[in-house]
């Protein structure tokens, strides 16, 4: 069962803190979804040790961190393989200033980024598309931090998270696994 968004960048949030490791939850999730939507292998704890080097100069974490980030791929994975598209970054709530929910997502892109590029090294051999979104999410990396509380930027923001949403999406299907539908009928054999 996946859980609450909110759930899980505040516990995240707390273990880091705990653990004294110098990431934010959301460069965490945004690095872990990179490594996953570059394709990273989703057998054998494959995308252990790559996260490690992002986070944490590739030394082990303390247990319950290593849990709760192991939880959290797993979540992110149903997520990113829900033909309901139920994938979203872990990010800060509504009720958040906008500025910090802008250089949060700001900081989920630029970790996003890196996680891909490590798994695909070659991403001007992606697809068009592909590689327009990634220029497109370079530029969002960079965002301005400075904006204002007003609904203009808010709808601006809004667009962008959603941009961001399908851009993952959009890398997840061309470098992801190939996804089966298991509603889809197993030819029969005569």
Not at 10 to 20: F, Q, R, S, Y
Not at 38 to 67: F, M, R
Not at 71 to 88: A, C, H, I, K, N
Request: glycine residues 4%; aromatic residues 6%; negative net charge.
């Amino acid at each position: 069962m996946a859980t609450s968004p909110f759930f899980q960048i505040d516990n995240l949030h707390a273990a880091l803190n705990e653990a004294e490791i110098g990431q934010q939850a959301v460069e965490v999730h945004g690095a872990l979804v990179g490594l996953i939507c570059g394709g990273i292998k989703q057998t054998n704890d494959a995308w252990v040790q790559p996260l490690l080097e992002l986070i944490n100069d590739g030394q082990p974490l303390p247990h319950n961190l290593q849990h709760l980030i192991s939880e959290l791929y797993q979540d992110s994975v149903t997520r990113l393989s829900d033909p309901d598209f139920g994938f979203s970054p872990i990010l800060p709530e509504e009720e958040e200033p906008l500025s910090q929910r802008v250089e949060a997502l700001s900081l989920w892109v630029q970790s996003f980024l890196t996680g891909l590029a490590i798994i695909q090294p070659k991403l001007n051999k992606a697809s068009k598309d592909v590689q327009e979104v990634i220029q497109d999410l370079a530029n969002i990396a960079q965002v301005e931090i400075d904006v204002s509380d007003d609904d203009e930027s808010e709808t601006a923001y809004v667009e962008l998270l959603e941009f961001t949403r399908i851009a993952a999406l959009l890398c997840y299907s061309e470098f992801g696994p190939d996804l089966v539908d298991p509603k889809q009928e197993k030819p029969a054999l005569h």
